[in-house]
Structure formats: structure tokens, C-alpha cells
């Protein structure tokens, strides 16, 4: 079956502007998580959602924001993009929420602002 | 001020070795641990998982071991190849209540390198 889908694999934007990142999960799974990594900070935790509402998130700004879709399919929002934003940002799916289940990754959208 | 970047733990083995791989963590809520394995342009791949009721657990070359007395995990990979070289993050899942229930907590990952 076919695994986590996230378009699109690359992204330029500049300073200010605004990006939209999408997340198609594994057929079946009701849980994306999204994830930040940088060389800097690692693998960091952004939100993650389930059944369209946000059930958990981490330690970032309110200009990084998420949904998610009756089919499951989500998208991660940063407005205002900072230098700061330039990232590998991972999307996970798995078949529930919370501890014991196992995450699927996809490549991830690697996100440039110049 | 200056950003540094993570200094990645690295380990090179030659083809045939063993490796193990060895992970620290904090959180005593942590219930569920997993090994990822990211190779160059692509995401973390899962390798194997285990539970805090256990101590070990056996998959198709790696174990896992964790030592719950220490906070300590770690990856043992049976006669390593070259298509084991990657960075391998450890990864727990905290059963605290509140926002952080199910949420993955990376470790900073280790560069491991295989040499024919």
C-alpha cells in the first residue's frame, strides 16, 4: 500500500510570505504529526491531529499552524516565514493517537527561505 | 548570538561487525520506545519498538534493549552492512496526560558509517 505522501518535496519562499505543506497518510490512519528538522535543533515536534482536531503540540510560535481533513489528509501552515523556517518538515501517520502506535514518515518538503 | 549546530555522535564499524547504538532519555512517563533509521533525503524510517514492560526485543538483525533503572536504550545491529549507514534516532513517546500524551520526543541521532 502505498506510504505517507508529502507535497511538495521542495519549496523556496521569501521572508514574509506564507506556506502551505500537505500530508496524505497512510490509507487507514487517522493520525498526522508534523515535525521541524534542522541541523541545529534535530527532530522537533509541531502538532499532531487526529479525527480533525489538533490533539497535541510543541513549543513553537502561532505563525505555524495545521489541519486536518475528514479523509484524514493534512496541511501545516507558517505564516510570516523567517530565515529560521528553513527546514525538512516531516509528516508521520498512524492508525491512532497517543502511546504504542507506530509512525509512518514520509520524505518530507524541504523548505528554503532566502 | 551564533547558532551551533548538533554534534552528531558517530560511529564507523567495518562490514560484518556489530554496532550498538546507544541512547539516553529523561522522561519517566515514557512508555513506548522506537529506533528510526534516515538515510540521506529521506525521512526517518521505523526499525523496531519496544515497550516499557519489556527489556529486550529481537527483529531481523537489531535488538533493542532498554535498561528503564538508567534511562538507557539501545540499538544493536548483527553483522552491520554498508546499507546500515545512516543516522539513527531513538524515539519515546510520553504517557504524561495534558499535550504531550503521544507525543515523539527524538533523540539527537547518531551517524553510524559502514565501511566495505
Known amino acids: 500500500k502505498a506510504g505517507v505522501t508529502q507535497t511538495p518535496r521542495y519549496l523556496i519562499k521569501t521572508r514574509g510570505q506564507q506556506v502551505t505543506l500537505s500530508c496524505s497518510p497512510i490509507?487507514?490512519?487517522?493520525?498526522v504529526s508534523w515535525y521541524q528538522q534542522t541541523p541545529g535543533q534535530g527532530l522537533q515536534f509541531l502538532f499532531e491531529y487526529f479525527s480533525e482536531t489538533q490533539r497535541n503540540k510543541g513549543n513553537f510560535p502561532g505563525r505555524f499552524s495545521g489541519r486536518q481533513f475528514s479523509n484524514s489528509r493534512s496541511e501545516m501552515n507558517v505564516s510570516t516565514l523567517e530565515l529560521g523556517d528553513s527546514a525538512l518538515y516531516l509528516c508521520?501517520?498512524?492508525?491512532?493517537w497517543g502511546s504504542g502506535t507506530e509512525a509512518f514518515f514520509g520524505q518530507g518538503t524541504r523548505l528554503t527561505v532566502v | 548570538g551564533e547558532s551551533v549546530g548538533l554534534h552528531l555522535p558517530t560511529l564507523s564499524v567495518q562490514e560484518g561487525d556489530n554496532s550498538i547504538i546507544n541512547c539516553a532519555y529523561s522522561?519517566?512517563?515514557?512508555?513506548?520506545f522506537i529506533w528510526y533509521k534516515q538515510e540521506s533525503g529521506k525521512g526517518p524510517q521505523f526499525i523496531i519498538d519496544i515497550r516499557s514492560n519489556m527489556d529486550k526485543r529481537q527483529g531481523q538483525r537489531v535488538t533493542v534493549l532498554l535498561n528503564k533503572t538508567v534511562k538507557h536504550l539501545s540499538l544493536q545491529i548483527a553483522a552491520t552492512q554498508p546499507g546500515d549507514s545512516a543516522v539513527y534516532f531513538c524515539a519515546h513517546v510520553s504517557n504524561a496526560g495534558g499535550t504531550s500524551y503521544g507525543k515523539l520526543t527524538f533523540g539527537q541521532g547518531t551517524i553510524l558509517t559502514v565501511h566495505p
Open positions: 508521520a501517520s498512524s492508525l491512532a
Open positions: 522522561n519517566s512517563a515514557s512508555d513506548y
Open positions: 490509507s487507514g490512519h487517522r493520525s
